[in-house]
């Protein structure tokens, strides 16, 4: 059994290190140590059984205020940060992992003045997403799209510029206007088993 290393401080608390023998929802029991202990406002490691705390206790009160050793280094570490969250940084705010970054929430909403993303590789699965803004640019080398269906609305002008554009219709291809002009500086040509104008 590991000893518990305890000191006093002048105003009668004690503090030590301890072994985690069990825990009980948000309280947990210290090797040696009578009565629950709860987790200070800035332990925010999820202690698990076995792992070497540094504890401060006062009266009835007793606080784990650092994880020293875990009993399992490889196992996931948690982080415990409460209800309500916020992270500020006066100047970069960096965020980096060396496998992989999982982000998980109900419901989520950025504000961002300027944004640049750069990916290798990028797959999305979204049931709805909805896009609102004054400019939106694509630069990219090739674009890709596959949908059941495909709908678009465009108040102003819809121009499309292109070296060669092909487009294919297994079924119908309809184009409307109140005024329609093809224009071919070379070459017109129409091929069908009917054709009809007007």
């Avoid at 009668?12 to 629950?36: E, F, K, S, V, Y």
């Avoid at 705010?93 to 999982?102: I, P």
């Avoid at 510029?161 to 119908?172: F, G, I, L, P």
């Amino acid at each position: 059994m590991q000893p518990t290393l305890e000191t006093t401080t002048r105003t009668h608390a004690r503090q030590g290190m301890a072994r985690i023998t069990g825990n009980i929802g948000d309280t947990w029991l210290l090797d040696g140590i009578d009565g629950p202990a709860r987790r200070a406002a800035s332990c925010h490691l999820r202690p698990e059984q076995g792992d070497r705390v540094w504890f401060v206790r006062e009266g009835d009160a007793c606080f784990i205020t650092a994880v020293l050793e875990r009993v399992r280094p490889q196992a996931p570490r948690v982080l415990e940060l409460g209800e309500n969250v916020s992270l500020r940084a006066s100047g970069t705010l960096d965020v980096e992992a060396g496998d992989q970054l999982r982000v998980r929430a109900s419901r989520a909403t950025a504000a961002i003045e300027k944004v640049s993303w750069f990916a290798k590789s990028a797959v999305s699965h979204v049931a709805k997403r909805t896009m609102v803004g004054s400019v939106l640019e694509h630069v990219v080398d090739r674009f890709t799209s596959h949908t059941k269906s495909s709908q678009r609305t465009v108040e102003g002008l819809d121009q499309l510029q292109a070296n060669d554009v092909d487009h294919h219709a297994k079924s119908t291809l309809s184009l409307g206007g109140e005024h329609t002009m093809l224009k071919g500086r070379a070459l017109i040509k129409a091929d069908g088993d009917q054709i009809h104008i007007g």
